[in-house]
């Protein structure tokens, strides 16, 4: 059944599709495969609509949110647009506050949804912008931060979601690959799957950004999300931009699929953990997520030109 | 055996502005007690008063996080990359 009553009851159940050109064995008595989650499928186009749409319910049932409230959150994106098109549904206000290197299709899709961007300096990346953000809180009581990076709903979303179906289509998988920013998709998947799936590995890719992004004054400044717990995962890998873009594109080239630059990254993770089993004569079955299309990046030159020209471009921007 | 070390902006402080520097060592503890000896101090910033890595500092092999790599205890061999980067939001 594909009919719903309304978009937000459309968000999840995504599409599971294998790469059979792209994974090191398909076939064969111990294939290696990979396959992708198309978390583009979802409402807005990525998969930060399931940790919006759950934050948000959660804040209505525990009372903090009712109607007229002004939502505050601080992203790089792609939660903000979520948030939009949840808070422009369900009657709220939304004020995002947004590093100003971000691309310009965000900024265009946040303000069509009716969200007002305060935007925080490029230098820090998001850790400016979540410092930001706690105090317009403070200075705007009356606002609701939803909190993203601490919230207990973005992780569930994904234990109740985005875990549970992976395994309903993969029930023989063995290890999940998704990218690590909030860390709410690694940790809600992660901890449902390790429930079901004995010596299942959880693997983060984070982006590797330009130098601009780590400018912080001093180390104490550094932000690890509350939500984390690096007890769910088996390994982490820090993804340059240069091979995000290169996986990027090798995803359109081989498979056909058009997906963001942090897709890219978890991508490159996934390969060299299927290379690693490939080599041990191993069986394996790879799933990991396409968190976007590319359409947000088109202005970024991240499909353009060399590789070396795009990730010259993407110097000092935030790409996941 | 030399190993490059790559040293974010907010550390550079400890090696007059290099952005890359050599050190040696079997392990990842070995390499930090080697930068420290070049590069006084450094140490200090990396690792908490009990000898652990900073929960603001990641440190990666040839990309890979050593907290799941057996931490200050990664071995390390000739022609490695060790990045050293702050911790920042994602998101």
Known sequence: ?320 | MAIEVKIPTILRTYTGGEKSVEAKGDTLAALIDDLDANHAGLKGRLLTDDGALHRFVNVYVNDEDVRFTGSLETALKDGDVVTVLPAVAGG
């Open chain 1, 1 to 320: 059944m594909a009919r719903y009553e309304s978009l937000i009851d459309a968000l999840g159940d995504t599409p599971l599709v294998g790469l059979p050109h792209l994974s090191p064995r398909w076939d064969g008595e111990r294939p290696v495969r990979l396959w992708a989650k198309l978390e583009d499928r979802n409402p807005t186009g990525s998969i930060k609509d399931r940790a919006a749409l759950a934050m948000v319910r959660a804040a209505e049932a525990d009372g903090r949110l009712t109607p007229g409230c002004t939502i505050l959150e601080p992203t790089s994106g792609n939660t903000g647009i979520s948030l939009a098109m949840v808070a422009k549904l369900r009657g709220y206000g939304l004020v995002c506050v947004m590093p100003e290197n971000t691309s310009i299709e965000r900024r265009q899709l946040l303000e069509m949804f009716g969200a007002r961007i305060i935007f925080s300096p490029a230098a820090g990346g998001s850790n400016q912008a979540v410092a930001s953000a706690k105090e317009l809180a403070a200075q705007n009581p009356d606002w609701v931060m939803l909190y993203q990076y601490g919230n207990a709903a973005n992780a569930q979303a994904h234990y109740e979601g985005t875990g549970p179906e992976l395994l309903r289509d993969l029930p023989s998988i063995t290890h999940f690959v998704a990218g690590l920013g909030t860390t709410g998709t690694l940790m809600g998947t992660g901890r449902f799957l390790r429930e079901k799936v004995p010596d299942v590995q959880i693997i983060a890719a984070e982006p590797r950004y330009g130098e601009l992004v780590y400018g912080l004054r001093n180390i104490d400044e550094g932000f690890v999300p509350e939500l984390y717990d690096d007890a769910v995962l088996t390994s982490r890998f820090s993804v340059t931009s240069y091979d995000a873009l290169r996986r990027t594109r090798d995803l359109i080239e081989h498979e056909g699929i058009f997906a963001g630059i942090s897709t890219g990254a978890i991508l490159h993770a996934a390969l060299g953990i299927a290379d690693r089993v490939a080599g041990r004569d191993e069986r394996a079955d790879i799933a990991f997520v396409v968190a976007d299309g590319g359409w947000k990046y088109l202005s970024t030159g991240a499909y353009s030109g060399s590789l070396q020209q795009a990730a010259e471009q993407l110097e000092g921007q935030l790409w996941a």
